[in-house]
């Protein structure tokens, strides 16, 4: 959040979020560990007005500032769920209440235009600006209210998107924070932004020492008043679950095509011709919340973006050998909009499975004959806001519906190979063949 003061140009938060790790990892002291990230909803509204609230004062609480507590929210958190839905995420504590958010926008010019345009005149008759120079904590933020083109600063042109980060102290320091900025990067990056910046109030060290961990550098900006401007890319390196940073790309050509770019890289891969071989590392998958309790986003994938409307298909095999053992295909608009298609090895069969997430998992499978090693093909077809699941065992063409599924329409996403070892000590998977084709526009489209 912004401090009591008026600043000279504001866009970003000094909460003071969590440091490593991800959302929901088990044996988390405190806070129960089936926390998880997913989009917000309207109903979680008087929750992002009290964590802002209770966030907003140089990291802590500020309501001994303010009396009317609906000041701050009114200025750096509602206009963002109004304006910018697409991108506010909550912290769930697994019960349905919000005890965090990461929110933003991925264009702050147009951003403070809308704001003034649309949300001003809904809330400046409760909230005047003041006559003369503020007098009071709660006429400062009056007038910032009143000059939404404060957030626009040629020095942070680079940097077009901005965005607010808060947790609830009793969720912070868990790697709860790492989470949140985790699936808002991806977001942004889905959109092709390329980078975004934030501001915080120079003194919240702890705040500054967690955005340093994730990549944040200072952006120079003339006459910052009392914050400190800092921005990155929205590539995910260094922003991802799980541990430090890895190469993200491969260098040239990887099963015939170029462009690809690391999830959760894998100790050991190699690509040859138009093959890729990884073999997984332990304790790695892709879930959401349904049944078990926890969120998972460390499995491998190598993604590449795609167009609106494609055909990805590739043919794989797998030493599976542990349960949920797993490969196949993983389309990926950001950690809560995600589909996973393939086989999965459970209770000793090779099973053809798909998960579909759309901010929870769910899971479909079916027994296949046949040799555990045997080849599988599987295909995505996106089209509108459908992606068609079809597949074919052991040397048949993909030509078997598995699945037909709801996916966003109209954003850009990232799909490719994929595979991890939930419960294992890892196996290796082989892919080859794969094909990527551009589709027309479904009609209307």
């Not at 002291?29 to 992002?48: E, I, M, Q, T």
């Not at 991108?87 to 349905?96: E, M, N, R, T, W």
């Not at 790695?284 to 494609?310: I, M």
Request: charged content about 20%; hydrophobic content about 40%; some cysteine.
């Amino acid at each position: 959040m912004l401090p009591s003061a008026p600043p000279s140009g504001a866009s970003g938060s000094s909460g003071s979020p969590g440091s490593h790790g991800s959302s929901g990892s088990p044996g988390t002291s405190g806070a129960p560990s089936v926390a998880f990230v997913r989009p917000y909803r309207p109903a979680d509204r008087a929750a992002l007005y009290d964590i802002c609230a209770r966030t907003g004062h140089e990291g802590g609480d500020s309501r001994h500032l303010y009396p009317d507590p609906d000041l701050l929210p009114t200025i750096f958190a509602a206009p963002y769920v109004e304006l910018e839905p697409g991108l506010a995420f909550v912290l769930d504590d697994g019960s349905g209440q919000a005890v965090g958010y990461v929110i933003g926008t991925a264009d702050t010019a147009a951003f403070a235009r809308a704001f003034r345009e649309s949300w001003l005149p809904r809330v400046e008759g409760r909230y005047p600006r003041p006559a003369g120079a503020p007098a009071t904590p709660s006429e400062g933020m009056a007038e910032l209210l009143h000059t939404p083109e404060r957030m626009v600063l040629p020095e942070l042109a680079g940097h077009p998107a901005h965005l607010h980060i808060d947790l609830l102290p009793d969720w912070q320091r868990k790697g709860h924070g790492r989470a949140l900025m985790h699936t808002f990067l991806q977001a942004l990056h889905a959109r092709g932004v390329g980078a975004v910046h934030l501001g915080m109030v120079t003194a919240n060290t702890a705040a500054r020492a967690f955005y340093d961990r994730l990549g944040f550098e200072v952006l120079p900006v003339d006459d910052p008043g009392p914050l400190t401007y800092l921005g990155r890319s929205t590539e995910l390196a260094d922003a991802a679950p799980g541990g430090p940073a890895a190469p993200t790309a491969p260098s040239g050509a990887v099963l015939g095509l170029p462009g690809w770019e690391w999830f959760n890289p894998p100790a050991a891969w190699a690509a040859s011709g138009d093959g890729l071989d990884i073999t997984t590392d332990r304790d790695t998958d892709l879930w959401v919340r349904t049944h078990y309790g926890f969120v998972r986003d460390t499995g491998h994938a190598l993604l590449r973006r795609v167009p609106a409307s494609f055909r990805m298909r590739v043919t794989f095999t797998g030493g599976y050998r542990d349960q949920y053992d797993q490969a196949g295909l993983l389309l990926r608009l950001d950690a809560t909009s995600w589909i996973k298609a393939g086989v999965e090895f459970v209770d000793g069969r090779r099973q053809v499975s798909a998960v579909v997430t759309r901010g929870v998992s769910d899971w479909s499978v079916a027994p296949l004959d046949g040799p555990v090693a045997g080849p599988m093909t599987v295909e995505l077809d996106r089209r509108g806001d459908t992606v068609t699941v079809r597949y074919g065992a052991d040397g048949a063409a993909a030509t078997t519906l598995l699945r037909l599924a709801y996916f966003p329409e109209g954003v850009a996403a990232f799909a490719g190979p994929m595979c991890a070892s939930p419960e294992g000590a890892g196996f290796t998977a082989r892919f080859t063949g794969l094909r990527l084709e551009e589709l027309p526009a479904p009609a209307g489209g």
